[in-house]
Antibody
Framework: QVQLQESGPGLVKPSETLSLTCTVS?????????WGWIRQPPGKGLEWIGS???????YHNSSLKSRVTISVDTSKNQVSLKLGSVTAADTAVYYC????????WGQGTLVTVSS | DIVLTQSPATLSLSPGERATLSCRAS??????LAWYQQKPGQAPRLLIY???NRATGIPARFSGSGSGTDFTLTISSLEPEDFAVYYC??????????FGGGTKVEIK
């Protein structure tokens, strides 16, 4: 059973960096698939943030400019997200998910940007 | 970037009725389109991939069709658990992966 679990602070101050980790169980990241981050502001739709392959090849949404860093740690079976210079507009539920048709998702974690 | 436009925004139907949801792409995505269902407080669930293939465990009342720029998700007979928000998503020309704005299927 493939499971994904997001973890990280639920509250981040404006201008600081949001950092989240996705721990995958039941499947080895090294076996394949892109692993990505998707977010959903309260009451709104889904926005793809970026994805990474186990080799480290990654893509991110250009709308987030250079604020996004996605990395993978195959030894821990984890994928991480860093989003810099956050503002209130970055308040959202953040999901990690497997694949370019995401078939397994984490439960999501709400990150609020507020002072 | 490919823009996906879903219509209608809200669909008000009764259990047992047929639901027809539309997703239109700003340029061809071939058959590289998926549909998701999302219930309040839950992550989205993959229903359909490659426009017409049901994901594992998805009931046969869900079907997808279309190619190019116009796609349809059909729920043949709505069950109470089907009232939710539905999103389409393309992977034909990524990055970025893009999602439609969603269609809410509500109880009439």
């Amino acid at each position: 059973q493939v499971q994904l679990q997001e973890s990280g602070p639920g509250l981040v101050k404006p201008s600081e960096t949001l950092s989240l980790t996705c721990t995958v169980s039941g499947y080895s990241i090294s076996s394949g698939y892109y692993w990505g981050w998707i977010r959903q502001p309260p009451g709104k739709g889904l926005e793809w943030i970026g994805s990474i392959y186990h080799s480290g090849n990654s893509y991110h949404n250009s709308s987030l400019k250079s604020r996004v860093t996605i990395s993978v740690d195959t030894s821990k079976n984890q994928v991480s997200l860093k989003l810099g210079s956050v503002t209130a507009a970055d308040t959202a539920v953040y999901y990690c998910a497997r694949g370019d048709y995401p078939d397994y998702w984490g439960q999501g974690t709400l990150v609020t940007v507020s002072s | 970037d490919i823009v996906l436009t879903q219509s209608p925004a809200t669909l008000s139907l009764s259990p047992g009725e047929r639901a027809t949801l539309s997703c239109r792409a700003s340029q061809s995505v071939s058959s590289n389109l998926a549909w998701y269902q999302q219930k309040p407080g839950q992550a989205p669930r993959l229903l359909i991939y490659d426009a017409s293939n049901r994901a594992t465990g998805i009931p046969a009342r869900f079907s997808g069709s279309g190619s190019g720029t116009d796609f349809t998700l059909t729920i043949s007979s709505l069950e109470p658990e089907d009232f939710a928000v539905y999103y389409c998503q393309q992977r034909n020309n990524w990055p970025p992966l893009t999602f439609g704005g969603g269609t809410k299927v509500e109880i009439k």
